[in-house]
């Protein structure tokens, strides 16, 4: 009898101990979320659902009050030895699972708390949901129309769908705050076993990637915190574009930075033209003072002013001419030019022509 006692005795306590880390199955309706539940640090919460043939997604939405972090796996046993699917490997949160049916079926799902030291807790909600429904739990983005006022907390992620057709597309991320770090994954499903593409490996902040679709389709897309402490969070602008809406240098402007740059060029922009005119006119005035006074012969004085040159009877007159050639720079004297037409000269260094200036005298 006491024999008996102590192995009912043994085998009690690991009862207990299952017990105390998993609770009992509760009822998961389709397409219909169950809200508050709470799940403490190293532990364990079972649902069973029944479901239709069809493609499914289980989601845990998490309280963001929380640093919870999950994994959800779906087994077609209570017991969890014959997986149908996980949705990480890891630990880490892995808030999302999907699967196929291909019959009508019993399934039994399990939220984990799956961080590094099984030391988070909290409230999430938690639904499975058919294709037709699950849009509208994630949050959702339309093509060429940026999602504004996002916001990513440090070593979170964050989910979008969007039905995208044909062609090629651009994922890009606009961070409110220089030190958000983010990586981009675009996936044909919300677990993101089925990778599209992903905007670069490693930690580090790696802002927008770009694919290519071959037909119409629907495609998940997480935004993850990425640095290399996992310590930066903020607000972003999240938006998919065609190659013919790619934002350009103004499209990426919000209207308080435009603010910024507009002010200031009314400002300088006055200023700037004030001092171009001033160096000009300063230029003109210092072309005259750096000239020098030759005599040229009578023929290439204007004829406007050839009776007043003949009235005192010189057959020479004064004549300016700049003190440096334009085109060689040689200076230039009496000597050094050759006159070959009405008030022009050639340099007799480089063969350029110089225009002369009439100096009444």
Known sequence: MDRRRLIHGILLVPMLLLIGTVSAQADLVSNVPRTDEYIDSGSTISYVSD??????TVVAALDSWYDLEVKITVSWDISGS???????????N?????FTLNSSSTVYITVSENSVYHDTSGYYEIGVYDDIH?????ASIIANVPRTDEYV?????N???????????TVIIEPDWDDLEVKITVSWDISGSNIIAVSGSGTGNHPSVDFTLNSSSTVYIAVSENSVYHDTSGYYEIGVYDDSHIPGFLESIDLFDLIFIIVPAIIFVPICIGSIVSSRRGRKGREFHESIAVEAPIHVIPDKHQKSVQRHGSQTTTVRLPLK???CGAEVSHESVDWVGPMEAKCGYCGGTMRATFERV
């Open 325 to 327: 050639c334009p085109s």
């Open 94 to 98: 892995y808030p999302y699972a999907d």
């Open 82 to 92: 014959n997986i149908i699917t996980a949705s990480g490997n890891d630990t880490g």
């Open 153 to 157: 907390y440090s070593d979170t992620t």
């Open 134 to 138: 699950v849009s509208g739990i994630l």
């Open 51 to 56: 479901l239709e043939a069809g493609h499914w």
């Open 159 to 169: 989910s979008y769908v969007l039905d995208l057709e044909a062609g090629h597309w």
